[in-house]
């Protein structure tokens, strides 16, 4: 589906949607995160056609859950989760008509979906749905037995008798030295998994089977054949989708796959589509000076990542966008997004496909902190490694020894010393032996080592300089 055909998709939910915010204007709207535009009506619900569900447009992913000590456990990885402000802000949601969270065993260190259950369970159970994954990355995880321990364990800690959606979780990611079909196979179908949780969902303990895409397309291709043939029914698929990724995912990443084609044949099957990384990482919501400035001008009042929201849930075949959000801060914001969501026009849609064309030509690495890659068996602190260079790739802070400007000796010392701030010498690129155990996790498919080669390499050429 090229951009005409998005276009086609976004028209009828324009109109629509410019109805029903003109009839949900009401005076308690929430007052922080809220425009002049946004926020002053009530939540948007995409309706799931094979259960009937009302699910919220936004939905709260509990990935980066806030810690005792601040921040999220990436920055204080040995501070508990703050559990009392996880209760507040899954009030705070629930309260203004968010209803779709997002969990999976291997969050936060394997405590997310005890810290959700704990939050959720203090509320009817008819008023939320819940999402886990069966994340069975490790082979030592692939047998049946561990694989039915580790669903049996997820209803467990998330104070259920059943799951509204269960994803298999990352298809097409591939483990060690096998392929994606290798490992999709060891990790469902020889241990008969699938069927196993196919049963389940007939038996009433998961309500939608899914899947969550990265890498392979082959993996994701063959998982859409089969629901061609019957063989296997999705109910769900949860994609990335993201303005920058709309048609750069591949030239990003030869890896990835561009998420026009990702929704196009979903939506042209009717499988409702679950969209993470609307932000990717967070880098459509820190963008350039020069991108944000061209932003204020045209909405003065919205923020970058409002932009990008409403690009993610514009799409009628979304069921739900997600967001890892950490702090209360972000929730409102994106709660007064979806209340009710401003589709983007089809004017607004030639913009951001502008401003996708400028930040691709930054060249930064893709990298969406998601953390899979951690922890480092040597200490690397991979994620903050990337999101420093790629901080400086949108500031202009990126110096090029060979060729150097005016400006030249001004970022050079911004990189170095903000990369001697951001990251401690010993978790520093420096340190990379090259032993590719993170490769495998990686979501985008990233050559780790291979950046990390090159980053250490640019930095010796700038100390030198």
């Known amino acids: 589906m090229d951009r005409r055909d998005f276009l086609k998709h976004i028209g009828g939910a324009v109109a629509v949607t410019s109805l029903l915010a003109a009839a949900c204007d009401t005076p308690d709207a929430p007052k922080q995160g809220v425009t002049s535009q946004d926020g002053h009506g009530s939540m948007t619900y995409r309706i799931n056609h094979n259960t009937g569900d009302k699910v919220s447009l936004l939905g709260y992913g509990m990935m980066r859950l806030p810690v005792e000590a601040g921040g999220t456990m990436r920055e204080n990885p040995d501070s508990p989760i703050d559990q009392e402000v996880v209760n507040k802000q899954v009030d705070y949601a629930l309260e203004h008509g968010v209803n779709y969270f997002d969990t999976s065993p291997a969050y936060c260190q394997g405590l997310s979906e005890r810290s959700t259950g704990i939050a959720l369970s203090r509320h009817p159970r008819d008023g939320y749905y819940i999402a886990t994954k069966l994340s069975n990355f490790s082979p030592a995880t692939w047998s049946r037995q561990a694989s039915v321990e580790m669903f049996e364990k997820s209803l467990k800690e998330l104070k259920t008798n059943y799951v509204d959606y269960l994803l ?81 995912a591949d030239e990003i990443n030869p890896r990835n796959t561009d998420a026009v084609y990702l929704y196009d044949e979903l939506h042209k099957r009717d499988i409702p ?193």
């Open 168 to 248: 298999l979780h990352g298809i097409g990611m591939v483990s060690n030295d096998m392929d994606a079909l290798q490992t999709f196979n060891g990790r469902y179908m020889d241990n008969g998994i699938l069927d196993w949780l196919v049963e389940q969902k007939e038996k009433g303990r998961i309500r939608n089977i899914g899947f969550s895409y990265h890498g392979d397309i082959s993996i994701f291709d063959l998982l859409l054949k089969w629901h061609d043939e019957g063989k296997y029914h999705w109910d769900f698929v949860q994609i990335e989708l993201n303005y920058l990724d709309w048609n750069y």
């Open 273 to 465: 589509a679950v969209i993470m990384e609307p932000l990717l990482g967070g880098r459509l919501g820190t963008l350039p000076d020069f991108i944000l400035k061209r932003m204020q001008e045209r909405e003065p009042e919205t923020p970058a990542a409002r932009w990008a929201f409403r690009f993610a849930g514009t799409p009628e075949g979304v069921l739900t966008v997600l967001s890892g959000m950490s702090y209360m801060e972000h929730l409102i914001q994106n709660v007064a997004t979806y209340s009710p969501l401003r589709p983007i026009t089809p004017e607004e849609n030639d913009f951001l496909m502008k401003i996708a064309d400028e930040i691709y030509n930054l060249k930064s690495i893709p990298c969406t902190t998601c953390s899979y890659c951690m922890p480092c068996p040597y200490g690397l602190d991979i994620p903050t490694i990337f999101a420093h260079y790629n901080k400086c790739v949108a500031e202009g802070n990126v110096p090029n020894p060979e060729h150097p400007t005016a400006q030249y000796k001004k970022a050079r010392r911004a990189f170095l010393i903000g990369y001697d701030r951001n990251v401690p010498k010993l978790r520093q690129s420096s340190h990379c032996i090259g032993c590719r155990e993170c490769v495998a996790h990686c979501p985008q498919r990233i050559d780790i080592p291979a950046e990390m080669k090159r980053i250490d390499e640019y930095v010796e050429q700038l100390k030198r300089s």
